[in-house]
């Protein structure tokens, strides 16, 4: 693994302690893109019981998966604390607990790579945009088939490699180290799923480009949402003035119509944890369809 696809999980979790507070007023896209997987649950027969949102923030889709699923729990959990308090917040108000016999909604703080479920508790796994962060994707995805029941549906959104491209090559070249995370590809992703014992994965891309009138404005809504930069490459805290400068200079010649491109590409993908082909005891088991 490069430095530059490494991450620093204790910088990553301090990032997004910080960014507890402004995350939603600048989580634009992540909001954008949650709403697009919840239009790809219209495709999908399920009826959940017991839902994990894995990598929640501030539980921006628990609102609607709960009121997708009048039925179904959410468990919202975050590496972060002040995140997970913050998804926390979103229970229903007290009469709405009553009604339903209680919360629907628990918040835990824990890791995607070691979840501290129980297998099979699952029938849902939705991540939006978290899996980009940890440090191993294949233990993550292993994580989330264990916890899932059989049958279970994982539904999730990555950035791929064309993610911040536009900052990536301004800073290319001004020091040595590196400043923007790579992202794994749409294919390798898929393999992972496959290795990690899920069936029927289904993965599709698109690009989606926000534009900013200068690049410090881009840095600062990253900023915002706690993505900051967590490899071990980045430079030390007295990052220097000049690299900055000349990376700021590097990105005006991206600009178009007035306004500077952020390119961001999104991966979706969706997959299945096979049911057992054997019984408990070791017999197969036999489909059987009727005839006709």
Known sequence: MTEARAVDKRRVRRAFERAAASYDAAAVLQ????????????LIKLAPATILDAGAGTGGAVPALLARYPGARVVAL??????????AARRPWWWRRLLDGGSRLAAVCGDIERLPLAAGCADMVWS????????EPQRAFAEMHRVL??????????FGPDTLKELRAAFRGVDGHTHVHEFTDMHNVGDMLVAGGFADPVMDM???????EDARGLMRDLKAIGARNATPGRPGTLGGRKTLAAALRNYESCRRDGRLPATFEVIYGHAWKPRPRVT?????????KPAG
């Not at 909001?31 to 219209?42: C, D, S, V």
């Not at 939006?128 to 440090?135: M, S």
């Not at 029941?149 to 990555?158: R, W």
């Not at 698109?206 to 900013?212: D, K, P």
Request: proline share 5%; glycine share 8%.
């Open 31 to 42: 909001n954008e893109i949650g709403r697009r997987m919840l239009a790809r649950l219209e």
């Open 78 to 87: 975050d590496l972060a604390l002040a995140m997970a308090r913050r998804a």
């Open 128 to 135: 939006n945009l978290a899996i980009q962060w940890v440090e």
């Open 149 to 158: 029941a059989p049958g279970g549906l994982l539904l999730f959104s990555s």
């Open 206 to 212: 698109e690009v989606v480009t926000l534009t900013y």
């Open 280 to 288: 408990a005891d070791g017999k197969p088991v036999i489909p059987i």
